[in-house]
């Protein structure tokens, strides 16, 4: 069964410090996600990224947050200086295709990157 | 905006019970729903999806329906087991640009032998 593979699965950080959370999304998928847990809290959603461009973002997406995919495998979520409130489980999410055509589409999500911020 | 609920937050019962969870949303424009499971400090499952245009999925013992202009779905669990013990998740997707979902607070179920 095809997997999203998140790493590193936890991280500790110091306030300030930039963090860089990495996401393998399914191969044959186009459609790539970030959402957020804080501890004891709903899942947000944070970003949604298409043809290598954000299709949107969140109020919580601020300059702070940046996503990329630098190659043909690879899905990033940096942080630029994190904040004590960051402190979340951050979760990537793939499908294959999206727009109308959703609805057939499970969203695959990956394990989670525990982030802990100092 | 969309506001997702379910009820009840956590829920006990015996192995054995059949049992029905609740999501409900307040934005009726959706184009799908979809219900997770989420074990502790683990990602997310894909249980089932429901499209808009759907009543009702079923995969094995687990069946879920949507009444998308009330606002409602329930989670039916057939024969719970101890390994259903889970926080199970309901949430629907938009029909924005972005396709983001939106997710209920989930509902904690322990499943006693």
């Known amino acids: 069964e095809p997997e999203v593979t998140q790493t590193p699965s936890h991280q500790v950080t110091q306030m300030g410090q930039e963090v860089i959370l990495r996401c393998v999304p399914i191969?044959?998928?186009?459609?790539f996600y970030w959402y957020r847990q804080i501890l004891g809290q709903k899942v947000e959603f944070l970003v949604s990224f298409y043809n290598n461009e954000i299709s949107e973002k969140s109020e919580i997406f601020d300059d702070q947050f940046s996503v990329e995919r630098p190659d043909g495998s690879n899905f990033t979520l940096k942080i630029r200086s994190t904040k004590l409130e960051d402190s979340a489980m951050y979760f990537c999410?793939?499908?294959?295709?999206?727009?109308?055509?959703?609805?057939?589409?499970?969203?695959?999500f990956g394990a989670g990157s525990r982030l802990t911020v100092l | 905006k969309q506001e997702v609920t379910q009820i009840p937050a956590a829920l006990s019962v015996p192995e054995g019970e059949n049992l029905v969870l609740n999501c409900s949303f307040t934005?009726?424009?959706?184009?799908?729903l979809q219900w997770f499971r989420q074990d502790p400090g683990k990602g997310l499952t894909s249980l089932l999806l429901?499209?808009?245009?759907?009543r009702e999925q079923t995969s094995g013992r687990l069946n879920a329906s949507l009444d998308k202009s009330s606002g409602r779905s329930t989670l039916y669990i057939a024969a719970s087991q101890p390994g259903d013990s889970a926080t199970y998740l309901c949430?629907?997707?938009?029909?924005?640009?972005?396709?983001?979902?939106?997710f209920g607070g989930g509902t904690r179920l322990m499943v006693k032998p």
């Open positions: 934005d009726s424009a959706i184009y799908n």
């Open positions: 429901i499209q808009s245009s759907q």
């Open positions: 999410a793939s499908r294959k295709s999206g727009g109308a055509t959703s609805g057939a589409n499970v969203l695959t």
């Open positions: 191969s044959n998928h186009l459609y």
């Open positions: 949430a629907v997707e938009g029909n924005n640009a972005g396709n983001m979902l939106t």
